[in-house]
């Protein structure tokens, strides 16, 4: 019953920035954390950054300093902005969450979009 949907992908230079969006829709009481993954050509999926509801941040050592993520919690969405962009950034992002939703009693939900593509090329 939850979705999400993520934006923002596309074709940049090196160097050059984008933000992704994700935004969460459906039956949702609350949601815990949130985070994107991503996932290139031929490689297994690894994770990239998270946001917990409590607003505190981590993030893969391979982007920290260049991405941010952050979270509107009034929107149900979540962002990574991604400055100083490399080709080795190369992948489809997805983001993930996990919550509580439906109607009372509330389940548990975790879920993913179905991802926007990043390529990072001159």
């Known amino acids: 019953q939850v979705q999400l949907v993520e934006s923002g992908g596309g074709l940049v230079q090196p160097g050059g920035s984008l933000r992704l969006s994700c935004a969460a829709s459906?039956?949702?009481?609350?949601?815990?954390?949130m985070g994107w993954y991503r996932q290139a050509p031929g490689k297994q999926r690894e994770w990239v950054a998270a946001?917990?509801?409590?607003?505190?941040?981590n993030y893969a050592n391979a982007v920290k300093g260049r991405f941010t993520i952050s979270r509107d919690n009034a929107k149900n969405t979540v962002e990574l902005q991604m400055n100083s962009l490399k080709p080795e950034d190369t992948a489809v992002y997805y983001c993930n969450a996990n919550g509580r939703g439906g109607r009372w009693p509330y389940r548990d939900f975790a879920v993913w979009g179905q991802g926007t593509a990043v390529t990072v090329s001159s």
């Open positions: 459906g039956s949702i009481f609350s949601i815990n954390d």
């Open positions: 946001v917990t509801s409590g607003n505190s941040r």
